[in-house]
């Protein structure tokens, strides 16, 4: 259990996010913003773990498959104690242990991720082993990604998982959506979700993964299926919006990719996650916010909805289109559209 | 060759029960002695090898020593980012075996063809890669591999391979093993293709010529010591491998002999001419339409300068 409550973990992830992207030039902002809530549940409520002793054999075991979300694992680790937080700012500098990706040759990290996919195999592996050998102390958490879903070696692990019984597995989709170019659904489909899930077998469970409440009562509901549906492992779908915490990157595909620039995008990104710092935390970077932050002009992009707009989406086939929504908005995404 | 692997890892699952040994699905018949015997420690996988193979890791990681089987390319090139990532970068303790190296499927295809694996798999740091003559280096390779600490590749014929070395004394990983002593020409060899090898050998001693044999159970880490003495010592030196001459063992020598300040010998790689397979036939065909049987061997070595 963590040092921090986890609405105070998931602002410090955000903001060490912010900064270690705006430093680095680094990519992912989106995901990392949108999983931010999902991380500090787990690390302050969840996982069993000793950050003095981070190989402790009762800890439970964590893999974060979204590696590019990697910021968040670092900050939450650094938060908790396993390594300074100071060394958060390395984060993809020459002769830094912080790579994009998740490295496990940091202190707390059990696997090292990037490539999509592997995860819950590596996962389904860990909890197997622990099966084998009636070992009962401890259990398996991986986070993947929706977009990650696209690839078929999730559900040759969802298959194996299923059929071993491994009901001390316990997987996280960050469902915010969107992936590399568009919408999740403008990809490659994948609802019905939960209905997929649970046709491999798995006890699945929705909520809004940006909810504190909804996702430590998840989590509860995912002990209480260990016990009272012993031969399922669980999936949680948390819904979640890619960029939360920062309007002008909420459900905008362009923070997929683009980190805050000097200027209006750090400024705006760190004062508006100032005015929603949680109390008993200081910002780490910027303790006042930022006095006289430059403010977006009206040539500036934001606002715009960069995943359907000319400056973005200028070739894309029609015939592939299967959702609407807005950039910048929480709002539900999901409007289908009709198809002809 | 795969019965001599099985038969020893039985005897070495059943003394250490940390190991494991996962199949994609392959193995009828042949693996009925694993689970048979050490029931708890077998899975089947199921026909999905990205999947198995970082379930492995994951396995490895907690504690085991894994062993992932399945046959032709199936465990190494369609997974071949599970092992890197990870096992290999996790130094994993898995080794992988593959049934059927080289043109041991012959007449089921190309796509059941591993002639490239040997090349893909020394391309990664942190993998083992070893390919075991006949029996008797199959039984060594999988007792030292069952003791070895990381990630490995263990490629192996089928069946009908037959006993051709007594026995090996001092058998290490990392270490070529003189069948033969000689002059003027050495053969070095890997894998099954050690009984073309034998009866090349035969026919040169028939025509008057000395051949010194070696094979190399490990293509990596190679063993640079011998290929440097000999390459000092003889005139020729031909690399004989059921594999594709770029990237695997013919390579894997030449690396050693072209960094050498001083060297005597030449080099001739016998193996597969860059081309996947595309005739019909068995092992033995295969080995003959392309080249590699004992005939093509003999006629190979006699047509280079250096010895005639």
Redesign the interface.
């Known amino acids: 259990m963590g040092h921090w409550t986890s609405e105070q973990l998931a602002w410090l992830i955000r903001r060490h996010g912010i900064e270690m992207t705006h430093l680095s030039g680094g990519s992912h902002i989106g995901a990392i913003l949108s999983v931010a809530d999902i991380m500090a549940v787990l690390y302050a409520d969840v996982l069993n773990y000793k950050a003095d002793e981070p190989k402790w054999a009762g800890r439970d075991r964590f893999i974060l498959s979204k590696g590019h979300a990697g910021a968040s694992v670092y900050a939450a680790l650094a938060e908790e104690g396993f390594f300074p937080v100071e060394e958060l700012k390395t984060h993809y500098q020459n002769g830094s242990r912080l790579s994009g990706h998740v490295s496990?040759h940091l202190p707390g990290v059990?696997?090292?991720?990037?490539?999509l996919?592997?995860g819950l195999?590596?996962?389904?592996?860990?909890?197997?082993?622990?099966k084998?050998?009636h070992d009962d102390s401890h259990r398996v958490f991986v986070v993947l990604g929706d977009g990650e879903c696209n690839e078929?070696?999730v559900w040759?692990?969802a298959?194996?998982a299923n059929?071993?019984r491994l009901n001390n597995l316990i997987a996280i989709v960050d469902h915010n959506r969107m992936q590399s170019l568009d919408f999740s659904e403008n990809t490659l489909e994948l609802e019905d979700f939960a209905t997929k899930w649970k046709a491999f077998g798995w006890n699945v469970i929705e909520i809004d993964g940006n909810n504190h409440a909804e996702l430590k009562s998840a989590f509860k509901k995912a002990e209480e299926y260990r016990n009272t549906e012993p031969h399922k492992p669980t999936v949680i779908i948390a819904d979640t919006v890619k960029g939360c915490g920062v309007s002008f990157m909420q459900n905008d595909i362009l923070w997929h990719y683009r980190f805050p620039h000097n200027g209006w995008e750090y400024d705006g990104a760190v004062n508006e996650l100032h005015n929603a710092r949680p109390a008993g935390v200081e910002d780490p970077y910027t303790p006042n916010g930022i006095q006289n932050p430059v403010k977006p002009q009206s040539t500036d992009d934001i606002g715009h909805d960069h995943t359907f707009t000319s400056t973005w989406n200028t070739s894309y086939p029609e015939t592939m289109r299967r959702v609407t929504a807005k950039s910048g908005t929480k709002e539900p995404v999901h409007c289908v559209v009709e198809e002809n | 060759m795969r019965d001599t692997f099985v038969k020893t890892l039985v005897e070495l699952a059943k003394i250490d029960k940390n190991i494991?040994l996962v199949t994609g699905d392959l193995g009828f018949g042949v693996l009925k002695p694993f689970w048979e015997q050490c029931p708890?420690q077998f899975?089947n996988?199921?026909i999905?090898e990205?999947?198995m193979?970082?379930?492995?890791?994951?396995?490895?990681?907690?504690?085991?020593t894994v062993f992932t089987y399945s046959i032709g390319n199936f465990p190494t090139l369609r997974c071949l980012?599970?092992i890197r990532?990870?096992c290999a970068?996790?130094k994993a303790n898995v080794k992988v075996v593959c049934i059927g190296g080289g043109f041991v499927y012959g007449s089921l295809g190309m796509s059941h063809q591993a002639t490239e694996d040997l090349a893909i798999l020394r391309a990664l740091p942190d993998v083992v890669v070893m390919a075991p003559a006949d029996l008797v280096e199959a039984e060594e390779c999988t007792k030292a591999l069952a003791k070895y600490k990381g990630t490995a590749y263990l490629r192996l014929g089928r069946g009908g391979e037959k006993r051709i070395h007594d026995k090996i004394g001092n058998f290490e990983i990392g270490k070529a093993i003189k069948v033969h002593d000689g002059e003027k020409i050495a053969v070095f060899s890997t894998g099954a293709i050690f009984e073309e090898v034998t009866a090349a050998y035969e026919e040169l001693k028939k025509q008057g010529y000395n051949p010194a044999v070696y094979t190399f159970p490990t293509v990596k880490p190679i063993d640079k010591e011998i290929i440097e003495k000999v390459s000092q010592e003889f005139d020729l030196v031909v690399s004989v491998e059921e594999h594709n001459v770029v990237g695997g063992f013919g390579s894997a020598v030449a690396e050693v002999m072209a960094e050498m300040k001083n060297k005597k010998a030449k080099l001739l790689r016998i193996g597969l001419n860059d081309e996947y397979s595309i005739r019909v036939g068995n092992q033995k065909y295969l080995r003959q339409q392309y080249g590699m049987d004992s005939n093509s061997i003999v006629e190979k070595i006699l047509k280079e300068p250096t010895n005639v």
């Open positions: 496990h059990d696997f090292s991720t990037g490539s996919g592997h195999s590596a996962a389904c592996g860990m909890a197997y082993a622990a084998k050998d078929g070696s040759e692990a298959l194996f059929h071993f | 494991e708890n899975t996988a199921g999905a990205q999947n193979t970082s379930v492995a890791a994951g396995m490895a990681l907690e504690g085991k980012e599970q990532n990870d970068y996790h």
